[in-house]
């Protein structure tokens, strides 16, 4: 008998299995094509405190291997979300992650507290590595003080168990890590997209109407392992790895690399039923094994 | 929430109709059932390198079969377009809002321009269905597609307009130029953006009801990812939910 | 009539199409296959001043739309590449630009002498950026003090035009880019690969002997892009731009982001005929575009 | 420096010989006149996500072709097992320093496992044309390959190995447990790492000349990346240069 769950913060995930914010919306669209119940949590969508109008178009350019997304969060505030979204996350059997972002501390702390007596979240990710974003997003998660400040104060302003989403626009994020956690962070989630930039060459300008955007997809997976693999050294967090998973392999590695749960995110674009899919092969891949507990392979790597 | 379908649907024809332009046929009764015009379908290409489905406008659709009428325009659609009958292909459809018909139209405008034209088709069979006359109007650069098609439904004239072109029996200019937009309850149209900002200007002179079915680079097509969107007043709107078809004031404000 | 040439430190290249470090060998090789005097420069692998053993095998992993490689700088030092390789070089009617190596500011100074009177070396290249190397090479490259040192250090020991290879991996690459210039560099060179990581899950340990490496090729091509964009804002010295070009799309792309030379790595060997590949399309681009000189598209993007 | 061919190649057959292992046959003559056994092609995939080219044995060479025998281990593999006749491939070859015949070789043993056994192919058949006897030792985990062909030379005797097999011709057990390695002047060598150790340890005994083929992880083929090393000595050295074949002196030092 195979056991998938995995525990966040105290939280038990049915399985380690996540979406990532942004590409997952509130879950409903991939409800048709894939049961949510069996997913870990979801995350959603990135809230702010008042209404995000986001980034001129276009927002999305293809690489090889990837994409780039300069959406900058646009989304239409915490009250829109509780009213609109959350009602269906409500009815399902998995866990709520609620992607927080802001521009300044204030901003954040401000979010959060939208979130007071509101049922059906579980945990809050942090997101302070948004590259899209010009004031806060990823500044403050690129200086180890900024990023234990803002963490600290999130945290005082909330009981909801806080996940920190760290940028690999960082010289070592290890860094970055250790400050979240001293700032009082319950688990990492890592990494958020590389800054990019492609232009096309016949309009003579950058496809993204932001120039510079966020790169996810496959083409940084060696990226996102390698820092899963190096924070996972540094802290005793459980840490959500996440970067370009799109197959059941990918998970076990990033698990192997050091991750306790594995969100995918640019993969659910590709091939919408990818969830499912990665979960049939974790599963498959247990049993054939003979790994009762994903605890016998995470972090394996020395 | 529309009502989509996932399939590993089956190929049942794929040919070249013009120069880099081809024709699929796709096996997939559930959401050829569902398809209304204007509407469009993600094609999943089996290539590691491209992530991202292709957003195609349904041509066509019947029982158990879409068609979609597309382009080679660049890697992707090159794939697409090496595909063979009965190879499997996997599809997520239909998506998008679709034209929308109101109850009163007596007589409608469609207005194609290039790669813009085969999205028409569909609506101009259902208007020839529901007896509402419907005036087409067709621009391209040099070479018409489906003006045959158009004038096989017999439903009112078919008008051609040829930028480079050479033909007798094409006016040579815009399509823009042909259109008395004052004659019509309701004009319809899917094309290049300069085409569909000048239409707009000049129905909005006549109060002419006016649909414009936009594009966007688009990642998920279902309205996760709020990538794929277009100005509409003073917010960013998602071209695969709200849209692809938008009233024309809305995007393109006099 | 259109012209392919392009300059860098006063010298002038044939064209923009130049060799990266690592990946052509001293060119001998690619010979067989291309023209090599077209080509506006070849970078040689990296030489040091003594010889280096290089890291523990497997140092190559297929990641997608990438590679990692961990070689570690394996080379029989300056003497050798002398006596060996540099007399085939010398009788190429084109640019040689020898990559420097070396863990300590002393032992780059140290190759840069090995050189000293030595023909037909036109351009070095400072390599503090190769991930592989324990002390020096990458640590060097992400603080910008050390950068400038090192930079200023070799430039005082040799009158030999000094390119100075850049590391993605750190939180803002125009602070190196500036560190750089101001300890003397006539030129940049990025970006060199990103630290990168792939597991094994059957074998459940990292395919690299190095457990980490550097990862390259077109999928990190898009940061590439954006830091030579974003280091051509700010530096007037002339930018090689690297990182994933493989078509001549991918040459025009670096220079309207703003480089004046392209370096070819890891498509040569995707297709050892890469270079010619590009330099063709490259001079039908110009013809067709009736571009007389790549100053007209150089850093054209705003 | 050696002579290599950059050849954008015909297929002239493809096929399925042993579960997951394929012949293919490639039309090159430059390369084919110029290769010797044990030297390898690399096979280029056109799959935008793998960007390595395939580092394959030769495992026969005539006039105008070379054929390989193939494993598909992965991606790109299985692209190569899917490409069909009169497709274009493009290959280096012939790369590296193949097998070496000492001048005064009377008797050989070739010893080959696994998927290690077709390069020795073409070595068996220059020993037969050179009327040198070598007796072929061949070991699988369970389906020989190649055994009928090997036997086909007639040159010598040719034993067959099995870990986990059944077959009444065959040893139960490592094809190393029946070599006498005494018996003979030079063995040459192909197969997995833990195979080609336990030989290296048994012909070192008799100091018996044994050469053996090395793999690594590659990415030029060609020497300037530096990629493919393995330890020999103090030193690390190319495969794809100094190797695939060494000394077995060299690489599993007694």
């Not at chain 1, 990226?223 to 996972?232: E, K």
């Given at each position: 008998?195979?056991?998938?769950?995995?525990?966040?913060?105290?939280?038990?995930?049915?399985?380690?299995?996540?979406?990532?914010?942004?590409?997952?919306?509130?879950?409903?669209?991939?409800?048709?094509?894939?049961?949510?119940?069996?997913?870990?949590?979801?995350?959603?969508?990135?809230?702010?405190?008042?209404?995000?109008?986001?980034?001129?178009?276009?927002?999305?350019?293809e690489t090889h291997g990837g994409i780039?997304?300069?959406?900058?969060?646009?989304?239409?505030?915490?009250?829109?979300?509780?009213?609109?979204?959350?009602?269906?996350?409500?009815?399902?059997?998995?866990?709520?992650?609620?992607?927080?972002?802001?521009?300044?501390?204030?901003?954040?702390?401000?979010?959060?507290?939208?979130?007071?007596?509101?049922?059906?979240?579980?945990?809050?990710?942090?997101?302070?590595?948004?590259?899209?974003?010009?004031?806060?997003?990823?500044?403050?998660?690129?200086?180890?003080?900024?990023?234990?400040?803002?963490?600290?104060?999130?945290?005082?302003?909330?009981?909801?168990?806080?996940?920190?989403?760290?940028?690999?626009?960082?010289?070592?994020?290890?860094?970055?890590?250790?400050?979240?956690?001293?700032?009082?962070?319950?688990?990492?989630?890592?990494?958020?997209?590389?800054?990019?930039?492609?232009?096309?060459?016949?309009?003579?300008?950058?496809?993204?109407?932001?120039?510079?955007?966020?790169l996810s997809g496959p083409a940084i997976k060696p990226?996102?392992?390698?820092?899963?693999?190096?924070?996972?050294?540094?802290?005793?967090?459980?840490?959500?790895?996440?970067?370009g998973?799109a197959?059941?392999?990918?998970?076990?590695?990033?698990?192997?690399?050091?991750?306790?749960?594995?969100?995918?995110?640019t993969a659910?674009?590709t091939?919408?039923?990818?969830?499912?899919?990665?979960?049939?092969?974790?599963?498959?891949?247990?049993?054939?094994?003979?790994?009762?507990?994903?605890?016998?392979?995470?972090?394996?790597?020395? | 929430?529309?009502?989509?379908?996932?399939?590993?649907?089956?190929?049942?024809?794929?040919?070249?109709?013009?120069?880099?332009?081809?024709?699929?046929?796709?096996?997939?009764?559930?959401?050829?059932?569902?398809?209304?015009?204007?509407?469009?379908?993600?094609?999943?290409?089996?290539k590691g390198e491209l992530l991202l489905?292709?957003?195609?406008?349904?041509?066509?659709?019947?029982?158990?079969?879409?068609?979609?009428?597309?382009?080679?325009?660049?890697?992707?659609?090159?794939?697409?377009?090496?595909?063979?009958?009965?190879?499997?292909?996997?599809?997520?459809?239909?998506?998008?809002?679709?034209?929308?018909?109101?109850?009163?139209?007596?007589?409608?405008?469609?207005?194609?321009?290039?790669?813009?034209?085969?999205?028409?088709?569909?609506?101009?069979?259902?208007?020839?269905?529901?007896?509402?006359?419907?005036?087409?109007?067709?621009?391209?650069?040099?070479?018409?597609?489906?003006?045959?098609?158009?004038?096989?439904?017999?439903?009112?004239?078919?008008?051609?307009?040829?930028?480079?072109?050479?033909?007798?029996?094409?006016?040579?200019?815009?399509?823009?130029?042909?259109?008395?937009?004052?004659?019509?309850?309701?004009?319809?149209?899917?094309?290049?953006?300069?085409?569909?900002?000048?239409?707009?200007?000049?129905?909005?002179?006549?109060?002419?009801?006016?649909?414009?079915?936009?594009?966007?680079?688009?990642?998920?097509?279902?309205?996760?990812?709020?990538?794929?969107?277009?100005?509409?007043?003073?917010?960013?709107?998602?071209?695969?939910?709200?849209?692809?078809?938008?009233?024309?004031?809305?995007?393109?404000?006099?």
């Open positions: 008998m195979i056991d998938t769950t995995v525990s966040i913060a105290g939280i038990t995930l049915k399985s380690p299995i996540v979406t990532a914010s942004g590409t997952f919306g509130s879950g409903q669209e991939y409800a048709q094509f894939n049961d949510l119940s069996r997913l870990g949590a979801i995350t959603v969508k990135g809230v702010s405190h008042e209404p995000w109008l986001g980034n001129p178009p276009p927002r999305i350019a780039l997304n300069a959406v900058g969060l646009q989304n239409p505030g915490a009250k829109a979300f509780i009213e609109k979204d959350l009602p269906f996350l409500r009815t399902l059997d998995t866990k709520v992650i609620v992607n927080l972002c802001g521009r300044t501390v204030e901003d954040y702390v401000a979010v959060a507290r939208d979130f007071e007596g509101v049922e059906g979240v579980h945990f809050f990710e942090l997101n302070i590595s948004c590259p899209n974003v010009k004031a806060g997003g990823m500044a403050m998660g690129t200086d180890p003080k900024m990023a234990e400040e803002v963490t600290r104060a999130v945290k005082r302003a909330t009981a909801t168990p806080l996940i920190v989403k760290l940028s690999p626009n960082v010289t070592d994020i290890t860094l970055i890590a250790k400050a979240a956690e001293a700032g009082g962070a319950d688990a990492l989630c890592l990494i958020n997209t590389l800054l990019g930039m492609k232009i096309d060459i016949h309009k003579k300008k950058p496809i993204l109407g932001n120039k510079i955007g966020g990226v996102a392992v390698r820092m899963v693999y190096q924070v996972s050294k540094v802290t005793t967090l459980p840490i959500i790895g996440t970067g998973a197959t059941w392999e990918d998970a076990i590695e990033f698990i192997m690399a050091g991750a306790t749960a594995v969100s995918v995110g659910n674009f091939n919408p039923r990818v969830v499912t899919d990665i979960l049939d092969g974790l599963v498959a891949y247990m049993q054939n094994q003979k790994i009762k507990n994903l605890s016998q392979i995470k972090g394996i790597i020395e | 929430m529309k009502k989509m379908f996932w399939a590993e649907a089956e190929i049942r024809d794929n040919h070249c109709i013009s120069p880099d332009i081809y024709a699929m046929k796709i096996i997939a009764p559930d959401a050829a059932k569902n398809a209304k015009s204007g509407q469009f379908i993600m094609v999943y290409l089996d489905p292709r957003p195609i406008s349904i041509y066509d659709a019947n029982d158990d079969e879409i068609e979609i009428i597309y382009q080679v325009v660049g890697k992707g659609t090159k794939a697409l377009s090496q595909m063979q009958p009965q190879q499997e292909i996997k599809i997520l459809a239909p998506l998008g809002n679709g034209f929308t018909i109101a109850p009163d139209t007596k007589k409608a405008a469609l207005v194609g321009g290039g790669i813009g034209t085969p999205p028409l088709y569909y609506l101009a069979k259902t208007l020839a269905q529901a007896k509402i006359s419907a005036d087409i109007y067709l621009g391209f650069r040099t070479t018409p597609i489906l003006a045959e098609e158009f004038r096989a439904l017999n439903n009112g004239e078919v008008h051609i307009a040829l930028e480079n072109g050479t033909d007798d029996n094409a006016h040579k200019g815009f399509i823009t130029d042909l259109i008395a937009s004052q004659n019509y309850d309701q004009i319809f149209s899917c094309g290049p953006e300069p085409m569909l900002r000048a239409l707009a200007a000049l129905t909005a002179r006549t109060s002419t009801p006016t649909q414009v079915s936009m594009e966007q680079r688009m990642a998920c097509g279902i309205g996760t990812c709020v990538g794929c969107v277009i100005k509409a007043g003073a917010q960013y709107t998602r071209v695969c939910c709200e849209g692809p078809v938008f009233d024309a004031k809305e995007v393109f404000p006099q």
